[in-house]
């Protein structure tokens, strides 16, 4: 079985003066958020065999503050084609995947991770997961799906949804902004 685990990058900053979008950093919740994640996944004992990211700098330092939670550095490949990649561009990459690695974590960015969510992930009326991913996959959220078989075998409704996890819900001040 194999299990693939997106995260979505933490939270950005919009008042750094950047140029190029790529280049836009984290903000100091999305940071706290990155670091609780980290924690968290050290707790669950999660690993994984291959990483691959996009090369935004807001995944880097997602990553960075991951790492530090987690007690362990995550070495990423980078492919540029998860930058703000489609989820058919993602499971494109899926597809590719080495097959000797059963567990692999992939970083990027929304809107792509949640529509790859709900298009690998039957739509089924008893699915609490599912609708969560529906609603909202917020920065710094995980998805762990894992599928059967080899990973250019992945498509549309072959995947189980096995825990989606927000940074709001491991520490409520990282949920959405109050007005």
Known sequence: MKTLTLLRHAKSG???KVVRDVDRPLNSKGKRA????GRHWRDLR??????????AVRVHETIAELSSGYGETIAPV????????????????????????ERVLMIGHNPGLEDLVLMLVPDKASDALRDTVEEKFPT????????????????????????????????????????
């Open 14 to 16: 919009w008042d750094d």
């Open 140 to 179: 710094a959220s995980t998805a762990e799906l894992t599928f059967d078989g080899a990973w250019v075998e992945v498509a549309q409704n072959t995947a189980t949804l096995t825990r989606f996890i927000r940074p709001r819900d491991l520490d409520p001040a990282l949920g959405p902004d109050q007005d």
């Open 46 to 55: 999660l690993s994984f065999d291959h990483v691959v990211a996009s090369p």
């Open 34 to 37: 990155a670091a609780c994640v």
């Open 78 to 101: 980078v492919d540029r084609r998860i930058y703000l990649a489609s989820a058919v561009t993602l499971l494109d990459v899926i597809h590719e995947l080495p097959e000797g690695a």
